[in-house]
């Protein structure tokens, strides 16, 4: 979900302001950081299922270019822009940005192929010639290296618009690595919904048994904002779909209420007037009703899905 629907609701903002959006879809990329076991096939599936998730969700195939790595790879020109890239940056500057790739700063052991990752992320940014970079917080130092390198290079600097990271179902913790010098950006990178965890993470494309499986097993804690994954849901994705959210409770706990913001939410259940549990189960209908397209678009073009299911889900 945090690659679906927090991405995707910004896309369709960008897509509405006018903008001609641009979805890459990084194999190579991928292939260097080995995920779904560094196996371009697979790679290739996990993307096509992406094109027909953001689809599923609102974005036409007509409003948004989809674009491959492989595609702007063939021409010699992007090459050179790695490499004048790289040769405006010392190795530890561009070591600083690795955790792009979800990996550890203080890694010993790596693969020289990892060092290309943020040259080239730099370089695809100057390749397709855009006047805005748009991705995750966690990606932020490989467009500041890409905005260094197009001073030095007297080329014309992107704007960078960086989503939030959405938060895992479980409670919050440094992990063992370090990712960000910021201990603050640090936890959202070592806490974010991944994939390769999915008892943590919501498929957009869950059914609403799962869902409310995952959820109800989810961290919560009571009368507390901060650190709590399911009004990070809430913030993070349903107000960005919704209007206003009706929680369903008997009469004696309350009775059913709607919110109509994520602030008059949070106020009610940081003051105590909002139970984890109806917290919770408002969260579960309203996911639900949000993925409902999702769930209906594989139902009719499962083929996709089906061979994402089958894959080996690596970090």
Known sequence: MGIGLVPGSKMKDMIEAGFEFIVFLA??????????????????????????CFTALGIPPSKAKYLWTSDIAKDIEYWEKVIR?????SLQRTW?????????????????AWVYYPCM????????????ACAGMD???????????????????????????LMGLQRP????????????????????????????CIFVHDSPETIKKKIDAAYCPPEQAIGNPILELA??????????????RPVKYGGSETFGSYKELEKAYVKGNLHPLDLKNGMVEALTEILRPVREHFHNHPKNLKKMMELEITR
């Open 121 to 132: 992320q730099a370089a695809d940014i100057f390749q397709m010639e855009l006047d805005v």
């Open 27 to 52: 194999d190579w990329h991928s292939w260097i950081n080995n995920k779904l076991g560094g196996m371009m096939e697979n790679i290739r599936t996990c993307g096509e299922y992406f094109k027909e």
């Open 139 to 165: 990606q932020r130092k490989a467009h500041m290296l890409a905005r260094d390198a197009a001073e030095k290079l007297s080329w014309r600097k992107p704007v960078c618009v960086h989503t939030p990271l």
């Open 173 to 200: 913790e440094p992990g063992e690595g370090q990712f960000d010098e910021d201990t603050k950006i640090n936890l959202q990178i070592s806490s974010k919904m991944s994939k390769s965890v999915p008892t943590s």
């Open 96 to 112: 600083r940005a690795l955790p792009i790739m979800g990996r550890e700063m203080s890694l010993a052991d790596m693969e020289t």
């Open 235 to 248: 913030k993070r994705v349903v107000f960005t779909e919704k209007k206003s959210v009706e929680i369903q």
């Open 85 to 89: 890239i790289a040769k405006t940056a």
